[in-house]
């Protein structure tokens, strides 16, 4: 029996050109939370940024993989990272950029936590509920 098979250029697939445009339907989980996210009013967050340092990636971006990771069984900030070079969605919501999972030099060094107004917070010193 004398069968031909598909074969694969792989030199000519590596100049392919694909537009992520192409990779996503319109209607692709992706999407919707870059374009939720584009609605949400982040100015306490970036009002929290200080003036030293390099350039940070912007809170949009960092909250769209972490919403679209958790949303998609993603849980790991390292696959994450991974992802933005290897997936076409994760990409999408990164803009081309791959941030850089980082830890801060100084763990807890925020003066305010973050918290949801209206939402109650422990005291860590009294232990005690505060609004």
Same mark, same amino acid.
């Given at each position: 029996m004398?069968r031909?098979?598909k074969?694969v250029?792989y030199?000519a697939?590596?100049?392919?050109?694909?537009r992520?445009?192409?990779c996503l339907?319109p209607?692709?989980l992706?999407r919707?939370v870059?374009?939720?996210?584009?609605q949400l009013?982040?100015?306490a967050?970036?009002?929290?940024?200080?003036?030293?340092g390099g350039? !940070?990636?912007?809170?949009?971006i960092?909250?769209?993989l972490?919403?679209y990771?958790?949303?998609t069984g993603v849980f790991?900030?390292r696959?994450m990272?991974?992802?933005?070079?290897?997936?076409?969605h994760?990409r999408?919501?990164a803009?081309?950029l791959? !941030?850089r999972?980082?830890?801060s030099?100084? !763990?807890?060094?925020?003066?305010q936590?973050?918290?949801?107004?209206?939402r109650?917070r422990?005291?860590?010193?009294s232990?005690?509920?505060q609004?």
């Amino acid at each position: 029996m004398n069968r031909t098979f598909k074969t694969v250029d792989y030199e000519a697939t590596l100049d392919t050109t694909v537009r992520l445009g192409d990779c996503l339907p319109p209607d692709h989980l992706a999407r919707f939370v870059v374009d939720t996210i584009a609605q949400l009013d982040l100015s306490a967050v970036y009002a929290r940024y200080g003036p030293r340092g390099g350039e !940070p990636d912007a809170p949009e971006i960092l909250l769209g993989l972490l919403f679209y990771g958790y949303a998609t069984g993603v849980f790991s900030s390292r696959k994450m990272e991974r992802a933005t070079s290897e997936a076409a969605h994760f990409r999408f919501i990164a803009g081309n950029l791959h !941030p850089r999972r980082r830890r801060s030099s100084k !763990p807890g060094n925020l003066e305010q936590p973050l918290v949801c107004p209206g939402r109650h917070r422990r005291d860590p010193e009294s232990g005690s509920s505060q609004v």
